[in-house]
């Protein structure tokens, strides 16, 4: 789609607010531009849903996909990862039920299950629930859960923070423990594979002089301190 130096590379993201903004001023934002900066590059980040993003980006509409955990390679043969992480992402259950407890995966058999679609981790490690659906959009998870239609959303709990502000939602909590974390990458297309080395020097440069954790703290938000501090 684009050639180095003579326009701008075009990524997805699957971060939602806080982390990615439509803006473009969400942490997980700058972190990729700061990189792609630090080797002449220009990025534009777009916000596509997230398993049309990675089919896009596969199939060269676009330039590449960030914010993604390892092994995509695997099932998008075009896409190369780059290898140093740009991120650490957290999965919480989020509940309306005071009662109910998950700690495990294997918890959540018994329950009415919701995630967003494209979120391939969980496609990968929720398996035998009662019910299970993947929706649009993290609005669309939380009407789910707060019309009680599930009895579990799952997803990044500053992504659902920030959702349940938005929509001024009560009642709802995350449950302890996360049921993971995962480091989260960057994606390009392979004809962009010459890029990766320099990415990954990039990115292991920003996390050395403490780019990465100071982009990330400034663009959290103060009111989830102990998922800021991931």
Same mark, same amino acid.
């Given at each position: ?131 299970? =659906? $993947?929706? +649009?959009? *993290?609005? #669309? &998870?939380?009407?789910? @859960? ?7 959303? !799952? ?11 938005? =929509? $001024?939602? +009560?009642? *709802?909590? #995350? &449950?302890?423990?996360? @049921? ?7 994606? !390009? ?42």
């Amino acid at each position: 789609m684009c050639a180095k130096g003579a326009e701008t590379l075009v990524l997805n993201t699957a971060a939602r607010a806080p982390r990615s903004l439509p803006d473009g001023n969400g942490p997980q934002d700058h972190i990729v531009k700061e990189a792609f900066h630090r080797i002449g590059v220009e990025v534009s980040i777009i916000t596509q849903p997230p398993e049309r993003g990675l089919i896009n980006a596969d199939e060269g509409r676009i330039d590449g996909d960030c914010w993604r955990v390892a092994g995509h390679s695997e099932q998008y043969p075009n896409l190369v990862m780059v290898p140093e992480p740009v991120d650490v992402a957290t999965i919480k259950a989020f509940t309306r039920d005071p009662a109910l407890a998950v700690a495990t995966w294997a918890d959540l058999k018994p329950y009415n299950v919701a995630y967003l679609n494209g979120w391939k981790i969980l496609d990968a490690s929720v398996h035998g629930t009662r019910s299970l =659906l $993947r929706v +649009k959009s *993290i609005d #669309a &998870l939380f009407a789910l @859960l707060d019309k009680e239609r599930i009895d579990v959303a !799952l997803v990044d709990p500053l992504m659902g923070w920030a959702a349940l502000q938005r =929509l $001024r939602l +009560k009642g *709802i909590r #995350a &449950l302890e423990p996360p @049921l993971t974390r995962q480091d989260m990458y960057i994606y !390009l297309h392979k004809r962009h594979a010459g890029l990766v080395p320099k990415l990954d020097a990039a990115l292991r440069e920003m996390k050395r002089d403490g780019t990465i954790k100071r982009l990330t703290q400034d663009g959290l938000p103060q009111a989830a301190p102990i998922e800021a501090g991931q």
